[in-house]
């Protein structure tokens, strides 16, 4: 069976000049995937997503802040919750990115292990916006494996440097979604919110610490919590030469982080599904190569559980 990948052109759009947020990171991850030979492989499988529609996002966003996503906000400020210049380029784009995380979720449970090259957007409430996140792609993809797959127990394991604010809150009171949540003690949100498990790391937290931190905390969750379906949020913002992150990560760590993870869920017969995360560097190739970490280590991965069984 092949490796499904997912990705739409649309993931990228017209962006202001200058925005912090690396907009265009999406297209040249496709292009940089291409460029380690992807395109030719025949153990992967590409699939354009379809956007998410609204019967999909009510199950995690209220109705109320939907409107006014897809309508834009009347801003009486220069700074959007969001940290985004509203367009409706943007809604549609956001659309894509959280159908994209709901086609990776159907693969996965097909594939065993499915990739979004976009996705983990996992800042957003159900009722507002925050920190360049519109609407909570993992969210409304663990609903949707609630209501439409009747799972009962989803784990999130997000290793973004930043919490997972909106996740965590999203699902204080759902006892069927596990989050785990390992970030960095001195950086954004400076609330943090309450996951099921929250490991807060100082700052210049390296590869080693990091890896065994990771071993330490995943282990004992996927034995007693034994989920039937893992969320993995692949964050590059630990990168050492990540503009928002202080943690102090080398490629190869990421490497191995993403490689640990998929590798104890496979082991396992969890079906996974990965999302990139967050990722800040304003050289785009240097910040393609840390999400490719991702897709090289499923990659491996899958040549050896993807054959396997009928995962
Ligand atoms: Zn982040």
Request: with cysteine; charged share 25%; hydrophobic share 40%.
């Amino acid at each position: 069976m092949s490796l499904p990948i997912i990705h739409h052109p649309g993931y990228s759009c017209e962006w202001p000049e200058g925005h912090p947020f690396p907009m265009a990171k999406f297209r040249v991850l496709r292009e940089r995937l291409s460029a380690l030979g992807f395109d030719a492989r025949d153990d992967v499988r590409w699939i354009t997503p379809s956007p998410a529609t609204s019967g999909a996002l009510l199950r995690t966003h209220t109705a109320d802040y939907l409107q006014r996503f897809y309508l834009g906000e009347v801003l009486t400020t220069r700074r959007t919750p969001s940290g985004f210049p509203w367009s409706p380029a943007l809604v549609e784009r956001t659309l894509l990115e959280v159908g994209g995380t709901l086609a990776t979720v159907e693969a996965a449970l097909e594939s065993g292990l499915a990739l979004n090259s976009a996705g983990g957007t996992h800042h957003a409430y159900a009722d507002r916006a925050s920190g360049y996140c519109l609407l909570n792609d993992l969210a409304v993809a663990a609903r949707y494996l609630l209501a439409q797959h009747g799972l009962e127990r989803i784990l999130v394991v997000d290793c973004d440097v930043h919490q997972g604010d909106g996740t965590a809150w999203i699902f204080r009171d759902e006892p069927r979604v596990f989050t785990l949540s390992l970030h960095g003690e001195a950086n954004f949100p400076f609330e943090k919110r309450r996951s099921d498990r929250d490991v807060a790391l100082p700052r210049g937290t390296g590869d080693n610490a990091y890896l065994a931190c990771l071993a330490r905390e995943l282990d004992p969750i996927l034995t007693d919590f034994r989920p039937q379906f893992v969320f993995f949020d692949a964050g590059v913002d630990v990168h050492a030469d990540d503009r928002l992150g202080h943690f102090s990560l080398s490629t190869d760590g990421l490497y191995r982080r993403d490689a640990f993870v998929l590798e104890r869920c496979r082991r396992l017969d969890v079906p996974v599904a990965g999302v990139i995360g967050g990722g800040y560097d304003r050289d785009l190739e240097a910040l393609a190569d840390r999400h490719a970490q991702l897709f090289l280590a499923a990659l491996a991965l899958h040549s050896r559980f993807g054959r396997k069984g009928p995962g």
